[in-house]
């Protein structure tokens, strides 16, 4: 655009255009460093996707593991990472990723609000080559978000679909088995009575939960980690578009309250808007179950709606559908929340419990229930290939619901009417009862259940090799033995809820070198321009090797790019700013 503006103007040193995960952990590492920095966000709540996360990062030879005296190697995690990865390893940033990851998680431990615990989640493919049983996934320790001051209700709240009367709760730690075993143990029920009660408190004082976990405890640490450092995060406040000239990026022309304002930076533009979750048109294009028609839920924010990308192709940068995953895939259901409103619900552990398993229409099982929601998802995609409907059906008996709950619905004593009412939960007298209602293929479904029994009897999945797994086994029912994953289904009612597809972010994005500049068509760095979190392609190569393979890289590469833009050696650089934005100018120039 043009330089010669009226509008009103700000300068800084770096503009980060979005407030999750990776836009902080970026403003945050380049504000240590000594640079000006000014965040925002165009929703009316910072946080972004990370607020609704379950807050796990994903970093090999972290300090918390290496504290309590779990072995893992460099080694292992590499070759784990290249057999998950695949075609698409690639070896700079894996190694850059493996450099800096413990770093980071010191870094801001040492300097910064952001503190972290150890979890017990082993690898999602832990017999894979290099994968681990334990150590490499941490989790965001809880937070007390009056801490933030005036700043608390500019939290984004956690997702609404996941919570008990806004009361958050986190499946890596034993918070939710006392929930689980409330009406059978007396510690269990008193420790329940003792949440509930605080959280009632809570609710009546400040409206909302005040000592939050999982995500909402990252994003809230990552702020107030901001507002200390003086780096203001405007929210309601969205790029419009890139000022741009000579091959340079140097700032962005912002829209909020007042209207459009002209930001500079002197430093350049960091692309932080959470990738294309509800970009539509760039997701049918990418996902083959919109390809032939099917649904697509997206439980993050609304507003991931590819605004990086279209940034960055409007400066010159090519945006191309790489991955055969192009999103973390997560299984979901339709929540009716009433008044006519609806809520998505991602189905992270009713899966993994015994006596509950997953079938299309056809009738049958597709997959091992137990394994990552990414997984499920993949296979569930494969398995209604050819079918305008992308879907399966949870099912379960009377006494499974009741013990572990299914989907939205909760374990006894919570009622379930009202969701047989408003057709969430179905209900069948019969197995054929309930394929009907569900419109499932009712011979099929009956000799499904009938095989799965045989084996399930003795705590075997014949077909599929559910509980075979540490991670299988991880999220299960311990005290069911000898498989805490598999049990059969018994006498009826029977229930089912329907599972469609949704997603926890997107993989595939914009193309950067390994400290986050954005490239061209050409393949060279677009001076003063820089993607981070989901607006950055996943290192992944469109898998998921475990919990927290998101935030972890996420993090880890904000603080790579902080680092970078800020003039910081590093083992991994490349040329310094000033000279690939000399060499872009010059490139310019010559094609003038």
């Given amino acids: ?65 290496k504290k309590n005296g779990i072995a893992d ?6 070759e784990y990472l290249k057999n998950e990865a695949g075609a698409f390893y690639d070896d700079a940033a894996i190694e850059a990723f493996l450099d800096a990851a413990p770093e980071m998680v010191e870094f801001f431990e040492r300097e910064t609000e952001v503190s972290f615990i150890p979890t017990l989640y082993p690898d ?93 405890a990252l994003a809230a640490r990552l702020a107030k980690s901001c507002f200390d450092l003086g780096i203001p995060i405007h929210t309601g406040c969205g790029a419009r578009e890139l000022l741009h000239a ?15 304002i002209r930001i500079a930076a002197r430093r350049g533009v960091v692309l932080a808007c959470g990738g294309f979750s509800h970009d539509l048109a760039r997701i049918k294009r990418a996902y083959p179950h919109l390809q032939r028609g099917g649904e697509h839920l997206s439980p993050v924010p609304a507003g991931n709606t590819g605004d990086g990308l279209r940034m960055a192709e409007s400066v010159g940068s090519r945006v191309d559908i790489r991955y055969h995953d192009s999103a973390a895939w997560m299984p979901v259901s339709r929540v009716p929340l009433g008044d006519g409103r609806f809520g998505v619900f991602p189905h992270l552990l009713d899966r993994y419990k015994p006596g509950i398993i997953g079938v299309t229409r056809k009738g049958a099982r597709f997959c091992n229930e137990s394994e990552s929601y990414h997984d499920v998802g993949a296979a569930m995609i494969r398995a209604c290939e050819g079918e305008r409907e992308t879907a399966m059906w949870l099912l379960c008996d009377q006494a499974t619901l009741a013990k572990y709950g299914l989907g939205y619905v909760k374990p006894a004593p919570m009622p379930i009417g009202r969701f047989l009412k408003n057709g969430y939960l179905l209900k069948g007298n019969t197995l054929t009862e309930l394929a009907a209602k569900a419109g499932i293929d009712a011979a099929a479904l009956e000799r499904t259940v009938k095989d799965y029994n045989a084996g399930a009897i003795h705590g075997e999945d014949r077909r599929f090799g559910r509980g075979s797994t540490a991670f299988n086994r991880y999220l299960a029912d311990p005290e069911n033995q000898p498989n805490p994953c598999v049990a059969p289904i018994g006498k009826g009612p029977y229930y089912a809820v329907k599972v469609v597809m949704g997603d926890l972010g997107t993989f595939d994005g914009i193309r950067t070198n390994v400290v986050g500049q954005v490239l061209a068509d050409s393949g060279r760095p677009i001076a003063g321009l820089y993607a981070v979190g989901n607006d950055r392609a996943s290192i992944m190569g469109g898998n998921y090797p475990g919990a ?27 040329p310094p700013v000033d000279d690939v934005r000399e060499a872009a100018c010059e490139e310019a120039r010559h094609v003038a």
């Fill in 1 to 65: 655009m043009d330089a010669r503006s009226s509008q009103p103007s700000l300068e800084c040193d770096l503009l980060v255009i979005g407030s999750g995960a990776g836009g902080l952990s970026t403003a945050i590492t380049a504000k240590k460093h000594g640079l000006d920095v000014i965040v925002i966000e165009k929703a009316e709540h910072f946080g972004g996707t990370t607020a609704f996360s379950g807050g796990v990062l994903w970093i090999p030879g972290n300090p918390h593991a």
């Fill in 73 to 78: 190697s460099r080694d292992a995690a590499r």
């Fill in 124 to 216: 999602y493919h832990p017999t894979v080559a290099g994968g681990v049983d334990i150590g490499r996934s941490i989790l965001a320790a809880p937070y007390d978000i009056r801490r933030l001051g005036n700043n608390m209700p500019r939290l984004r709240p956690p997702l609404e679909t996941i919570t008990f009367i806004g009361m958050m709760f986190n499946s890596s730690n034993a918070d939710l088995k006392h929930f689980f075993n409330a009406t059978k143990s007396l510690k269990s029920f008193v420790y329940v009575a003792r949440r509930l009660a605080t959280h009632l408190k809570e609710l009546a004082l400040y409206r909302r939960g005040i000592n939050v976990t999982s995500g909402n």
């Fill in 246 to 260: 000579n091959g340079e990026v140097s700032g962005a022309v912002v829209t909020g309250k007042d209207g459009d």
């Fill in 548 to 574: 927290g393979i998101t935030l972890g890289p996420i993090m880890t590469f904000g603080y790579i790019t902080g680092r970078h833009i800020a003039g910081v050696d590093q083992a991994w650089a490349i």
